[in-house]
């Protein structure tokens, strides 16, 4: 048996107790489906032009199975938990009812686990779940066969969240994770979501999850995914989002932990005058590999979209940033940018950047951007020159590079957390 084929067959049992369980029959079909067309792609190698920069070659020697017991858990503290929100709490892809808090939610919002919406056969959830992964993405049709749990939120039409919804995925060594959430925000509607992935334990782990979100119209979300996993885990992760008329999409992608990380976004401006605004951040150090893969599909006129993308490198390190903006024919009056940029701290480190632009549509403005450099030593001279130790500068300078991404998140109070949990892993002082 070939490597990609063992990989594949180390789930049999694990699916057949999924599909075992208790689901509707067309959603063990679909399962059977996804993981069939998982079996004959297999994983994706560097020969694909999508991932000619990152390796999947060491998670397909890895084995996973159920992880260790739950009595092993930590659970870390961060600057995420000060937060006022609807948590809900996952180990080894499983919701942990007794260690989340999802109580007095307001009117004309469904929050549950996505398989109990699917067996209530809630409208939303039968119509929407699928319906914006590309069938044949391999890892994304391992989901599909795979996934166990799971958040499915549904916002009624004008409600507006005051709280943000914090979801916390943790693993177990040899674990590996499977989530899918479904958001669906109706007209003129509005919610902030949080997904921060944690390591209980040193040691290998795998999550691969994959979120979908319709955007009526109007309507707006802040999604904030946060992964600091111990430095030996794997984490893939799919973000698919329909935006629809006038809708605005507010990404913010934090890449601080794992051996290898890959984040792909895909976004569909599906309604005119939808705005998309997507920020990320990689956090390199030792040898770990983080890849920012993202697709902005202008498809109807008067969209815009901004995307900014920064690297902090040290040590051995590499950071992949991957961006494709197409302009669809007729889609006039679309505002389109796209900027990546590199901080260098060590001669060993590694930025491969690849913005990319398609446009079939006149009357628009597009422009796109990369910069790879170090610490600027005039400024560094500066800060040391007014009694700042050096290390002290450098962590100043290196921050204020970093911060600029943060300026994705509108909400006050999820931004002043976010500077706080940015400032511990750069060890900045918040005295102000």
């Known amino acids: 048996m070939n490597a990609p084929a063992e990989f594949v067959h180390r789930f049999d049992a694990e699916f057949a107790g999924i599909v075992g369980g208790a689901q509707p029959e067309w959603l063990r079909k679909r399962r059977r489906q996804a993981l069939a067309r998982f079996q004959h792609a297999g994983l994706p190698t560097t ?33 995420l938990d000060r937060l006022n929100a609807y948590r809900l709490m996952f180990l080894d ?28 056969s809630r409208p939303a959830a039968m119509e929407f779940l699928g319906r914006l992964t590309e069938e044949g993405e391999p890892l994304s049709d391992f989901n599909a066969a795979l996934w166990r749990d799971g958040v499915f939120l549904e916002l009624g039409r004008g409600i507006r969240l005051s709280r943000p919804i914090h979801l916390i995925s943790m693993g177990r060594p040899g674990g590996a994770s499977q989530l899918r959430h479904l958001l669906v925000l109706g007209e003129g509607s ?10 209980g334990r040193q040691g290998v782990q795998l999550t691969n999850s994959v979120v979908e979100c319709v955007l ?14 111990d430095d030996q885990a794997f984490h893939i992760a799919r973000t698919a989002a329909q935006l629809g008329a006038g809708s605005r999409y507010a990404g913010l992608s934090l890449a601080a932990g794992g051996a290898l990380t890959r984040h ?5 401006l599906d309604g005119e005058g939808a705005e998309c605004i997507l920020n990320g951040l990689t956090l390199g150090q030792g040898r770990r590999h983080a890849d920012h893969h993202t697709f902005v599909d202008h498809r109807l006129p008067g969209g815009i979209s901004r995307q900014l993308y920064k690297n902090v490198l040290r040590d051995r390190s590499r950071a992949v940033f991957n961006g494709r903006v197409r302009v669809a024919p007729g889609a006039v009056k679309t505002d389109a940018r796209q900027v990546n940029r590199n901080l260098l701290l060590s001669k060993d480190v590694e930025a491969d950047s690849k913005p990319q632009l398609e446009i079939f549509a ?46 994705a998140v509108a909400d006050p109070a999820v931004s002043a957390a976010l500077d706080a949990w940015l400032r511990d892993k750069l060890e900045v002082s918040d005295e102000r």
């Open 216 to 229: 009526g119209a109007q309507a707006q979300l802040t999604h904030i995914a946060v992964q600091e996993e």
């Open 190 to 199: 509005r919610a902030t979501l949080i997904e921060q992935s944690l390591s």
């Open 362 to 407: 006149d009357d628009v403005k597009c422009s796109h951007g990369s910069a790879t450099g170090g610490l600027d030593a005039e400024q560094l001279f500066y800060l040391c020159s007014r009694g700042l130790a050096e290390t002290s500068a450098r962590a100043l300078l290196i921050y204020a590079f970093a911060a600029e991404v943060l300026t």
């Open 47 to 79: 020969r694909q032009e999508d991932w000619k920069y990152t390796s999947l070659a060491a998670l397909e020697r890895t084995q996973f199975g159920a992880g260790e017991g739950v009595g092993q858990i930590d659970v870390p503290v961060t600057a």
């Open 264 to 268: 792909d976004i895909v976004i569909r």
């Open 93 to 120: 892809g499983r919701l942990q009812p007794e260690w989340s808090a999802i109580r007095d939610l307001p009117e004309g919002l469904i929050l549950m686990p996505l398989e109990q919406a699917l067996l209530e």
